[in-house]
Nanobody
């Protein structure tokens, strides 16, 4: 069916920038909210940012002012621009999206498999 595939992760130095992307593919009718979560080693998964179908956004306090979430509705893609990266931003970043697919009347949540972001000098 549908898939969410994250890309753009890697190793960056503190203060650097990185841009993550997540593309949804498959028999998609419409996309509602899209969001980013992250999970550091040995930690629980935490909310990072969310963007609604109308373009409204919300961020975790730890990333507010440094990260920007955006979306490209034509390509069913969500982005996370990460600036002024800190070592504590190191985590696996996961994409989540509420999608309506052909053959379904309601939205369901889907998860990507994650992309590693490592911030270290």
């Amino acid at each position: 069916q549908v898939q969410l595939v994250e890309s753009g992760g890697g190793l960056v130095q503190p203060g650097g920038s990185l841009r993550l992307s997540c593309a949804a593919s498959g028999s998609i009718v419409s996309v509602n909210t899209m969001s980013w979560y992250r999970q550091g080693s040995g930690k629980q998964r935490e909310f990072v940012a969310i963007i609604t179908s109308g373009g409204n956004t919300n961020y975790a306090g730890s990333v507010k002012g440094r990260f920007t979430i955006s979306r490209d509705n034509a390509n069913n893609t969500v982005y996370l621009q990460m600036n002024s990266l800190k070592p504590e931003d190191t985590a696996v970043y996961y994409c989540n999206a509420a999608l309506k697919t052909f053959g379904n009347s309601n939205y369901n949540n889907y998860w990507g498999r994650g992309t590693q972001v490592t911030v270290s000098s």
